[in-house]
């Protein structure tokens, strides 16, 4: 198979309607996964435009990084004492309705309220 020379390609990509443009300055490109993510240090990136979307190529060595797990919730003493009016719960009630609820004031008066 011949070999293309990266000029040639890329105006017969321009033929094609696909834009090619180098990105310059780009540090580090960062993915997010669901227990991890990847970190790509001084990467090459491409932006691609093909058919109205834009497509970015990514070259580059990635290093691992575990997430840390999610500080855990702050709940107020105002919010816990709303909630514990409205529905006519304990202030100790209130605060677990919360936090089962991730804070949702309204997911936990209808939580407490339908315990009740």
């Known amino acids: 198979m011949k070999r293309m020379n990266p000029r040639e ?3 017969m990509m321009q033929k094609m309607g696909m834009g090619i443009e180098e ?3 780009v540090l580090k490109v960062t993915i997010h996964l ?3 993510s990847l970190v790509i240090p001084d990467p090459q990136v491409t932006q691609m ?3 109205g979307q834009t497509i970015y190529q990514i070259v580059g060595e990635a290093v691992e990084e575990k997430t840390e797990e ?3 919730l702050e709940i107020s003493e105002d919010d ?3 909630v514990s009016a409205q529905t006519g719960a304990s202030l100790e009630e209130a605060k677990k309705a919360l936090e089962s609820t991730n804070g949702d004031l309204a997911q936990a008066i209808m ?6």
């Open 34 to 36: 669901k227990d991890k």
């Open 49 to 51: 435009k093909v058919s």
């Open 111 to 116: 939580l407490l309220s339908s315990k009740a």
């Open 70 to 72: 999610r500080a855990k």
């Open 9 to 11: 390609m890329r105006r």
């Open 23 to 25: 990105m310059q300055g």
């Open 80 to 82: 816990a004492q709303l």
